[in-house]
T-cell receptor, first 113, second 109 residues
Framework: DAGVIQSPRHEVTEMGQEVTLRCKPISGHNSLFWYRQTMMRGLELLIYFNNNVPIDDSGMPEDRFSAKMPNASFSTLKIQPSEPRDSAVYFC???????????FGEGSWLTVV | GEDVEQSLFLSVREGDSSVINCTYTDSSSTYLYWYKQEPGAGLQLLTYIFSNMDMKQDQRLTVLLNKKDKHLSLRIADTQTGDSAIYFCAESSYQKVTFGTGTKLQVIP
């Protein structure tokens, strides 16, 4: 079975540009999570969806960040405008039901210069 | 809020056993997990234990759970250089999954 698929794997962008990260969860999973990982703050949960509905976005750092899940097989995390402090690895993950085992994608490595 | 704590760093010699420890605060945890993250990669699920178990063994991996003390450990027997990675402990309850900060395991040849 295909795992969680994220794109792009690596992105370098200039400050002020819009960044869109994409995720395809594992088929049949109805919970989807976006995490951010940095050296300073470790692994942070940004937002999670259950059955395509955002349940908790309290981890989203500020209004520049937004996430959508238009259907069960696709989600986006958008940063507009991007700033250098947004440089991090962004992980998408999914699980069959909330509270069950979470499976991670390989991450999108974002550098904002 | 719920908290999961791990030591940041562990160094062992190749062939020795590694023990990575984790403590958590959520008394309603249902599952506890160990994930492995190699450089440049995502988090890979290593093993998990249901909260009503106290031990689970899978080849070189042994998970011990002390539910009374809310303490979880991962023992890696005959540690190899390929085991060098960051190991994350996580606990799940109905409402959320909480990850620890990760323990970086360095294996010295």
């Amino acid at each position: 079975d295909a795992g969680v698929i994220q794109s792009p794997r690596h992105e370098v962008t200039e400050m002020g540009q819009e960044v869109t990260l994409r995720c395809k969860p594992i088929s049949g999973h109805n919970s989807l999570f976006w995490y951010r990982q940095t050296m300073m703050r470790g692994l942070e949960l940004l937002i999670y969806f259950n059955n395509n509905v955002p349940i908790d976005d309290s981890g989203m750092p500020e209004d520049r960040f937004s996430a959508k899940m238009p259907n069960a097989s696709f989600s986006t995390l958008k940063i507009q405008p991007s700033e250098p402090r947004d440089s991090a690895v962004y992980f998408c993950a999914s699980s069959r039901d909330f509270g069950n085992t979470i499976y991670f994608g390989e991450g999108s490595w974002l550098t904002v210069v | 809020g719920e908290d999961v704590e791990q030591s940041l760093f562990l160094s062992v010699r190749e062939g020795d056993s590694s023990v990575i420890n984790c403590t958590y605060t959520d008394s309603s945890s249902t599952y506890l997990y160990w994930y492995k993250q190699e450089p440049g990669a995502g988090l890979q699920l290593l093993t998990y234990i249901f909260s009503n178990m106290d031990m689970k063994q899978d080849q070189r991996l042994t998970v011990l759970l002390n539910k009374k003390d809310k303490h979880l450990s991962l023992r890696i027997a005959d540690t190899q250089t390929g085991d060098s990675a960051i190991y994350f402990c996580a606990e799940s309850s109905y409402q959320k999954v909480t990850f620890g900060t990760g323990t970086k395991l360095q294996v010295i040849p």
